[in-house]
Nanobody
């Protein structure tokens, strides 16, 4: 059974950095695409970044390109989101998600089957 657990959220000043981690206790992690989504107060959940099973294909939302980096370590069943140059508008609950796709990175949340519980990221101005 897949169980995704995020960590690494917190409070940071604008311009600072955080690294989020998402660990999967299941056995299928290395086979599928993983992604990070976020949801700000009063807004819908939006795609942030994703990586395919091998790490060879990544996709980013325009709002985070050049600032965020997604990576994965299949030996550790963990996906990471390195967030640099954080802005107040990055404040949200961040969720990791597991897809049933292997090779592509989709931006629709409907493509993702399993979700973590979320971790809060707050960026102060």
């Amino acid at each position: 059974q897949v169980q995704l657990v995020e960590s690494g959220g917190g409070l940071v000043q604008a311009g600072g950095s955080l690294r989020l981690s998402c660990a999967d206790s299941g056995r299928t992690f290395s086979t599928y695409t993983m992604a990070w989504f976020r949801q700000a107060p009063g807004k819908g959940r939006e795609f942030v970044a994703g990586v395919n099973w091998s790490g060879g294909i990544t996709n980013y939302a325009d709002s985070v390109k050049g600032r965020f980096t997604i990576s994965r370590d299949n030996a550790k069943n963990t996906v990471y989101l390195q967030m640099n140059s954080l802005k107040p508008e990055d404040t949200a609950v961040y969720y990791c998600a597991l897809s049933r796709r292997m090779f592509s990175v989709e931006v629709s949340e409907n493509e993702y089957t399993y979700w973590g519980q979320g971790t809060q990221v707050t960026v102060s101005s």
